[in-house]
């Protein structure tokens, strides 16, 4: 579905779909209907301030950027290049995230991009170099092609990545700020006129809980990644980041946690009424 182009961030390009209605069809794949859940943190007034924009979430995986923006009323398309069976979002297309931003990101009112991360990751680049070259085992590197990509659309972005990933430090966010069972710090570059600024960090309340070097650590956050070593389970998981929709384990391990993205939607809400009333 194509959607006419407008000024960034100050016309809505079509309203949000009634949640609950019949799923869609996009390249001959049905589309998981989207049901909001709500929100766990503080809310001013249960406003919905993206309400009829038009959202990319681009290497979406199973949503968890887009559900944070959908609880702000946006209308959410996922494009991942590998199927989502248990996506949330309104649409989902499947093929190159980073052709797709190319050939469509102007047609959005703002963009999401998360691309992969196991390039980026410090262990890659620094404690696993050797074996992956002695092994032959490569990471894609996408950043910069997204970067590239998102300033070609005129549109406000963000790119969201690891620790140690060459994205521009703009914001961090860390699971603490929204009183998260996981810390999980995450850096979002803001692109196409778009500016956020972070919240407060606030000092954690304890250790990731689990197993180091032989030694068993209790704390208020699970290891939401791997198995074993007293690694979180689904359920876990699930209650950490507010992720109701998937019991698959390795999709809510790589998956974004909703109040990340709630938050810099606010910040798009904010720029939105801005601009409106400049």
Not at 206 to 212: E, T
């Amino acid at each position: 579905t194509k959607h006419a182009a407008g000024p960034p961030l100050l016309q809505p390009i079509r309203p949000v779909g009634r949640e609950g209605s019949t799923p869609t069809m996009t390249h001959n794949r049905p589309i998981v209907p989207t049901t909001l859940v709500t929100a766990k943190w503080p809310t001013r007034d249960n406003a919905r301030p993206l309400h009829g924009l038009h959202v990319l979430d681009a290497f979406c995986c199973i949503g968890g950027a887009t559900r944070g923006y959908q609880m702000l009323g946006a209308h959410v398309t996922g494009v991942d290049i590998a199927p989502q069976p248990d996506y949330c979002g309104g649409e989902f297309v499947q093929g190159d995230a980073v052709a797709f931003i190319a050939e469509h990101g102007h047609e959005f009112d703002f963009i999401h991009a998360s691309p992969p991360c196991q390039g980026e990751c410090a262990p890659t680049k620094g404690t696993n170099a050797a074996r992956n070259t002695r092994t032959g085992r490569a990471h894609p590197r996408l950043i910069a092609p997204t970067r590239a990509a998102l300033d070609g659309t005129g549109r406000p972005y963000v790119i969201e990545n690891v620790p140690g990933s060459t994205v521009r430090k703009d914001v961090r966010l860390c699971g603490e700020m929204f009183g998260l069972g996981v810390l999980m710090h995450r850096f979002f570059e803001c692109g196409g006129g778009f500016i956020a600024t972070a919240p407060p960090h606030p000092r954690h309340r304890g250790r990731v809980r689990g197993w180091r070097h032989g030694v068993y650590y209790d704390g208020p956050y699970v290891a939401a990644y791997g198995k074993g070593g007293g690694k979180a389970t689904v359920a876990e998981i699930q209650a950490a980041k507010g992720i109701d929709w998937t019991s698959d384990h390795h999709a809510l391990c790589e998956a974004l946690p909703p109040a990340y993205t709630r938050y810099i939607g606010l910040a798009v809400a904010a720029a939105l009424t801005e601009r409106r009333a400049a």
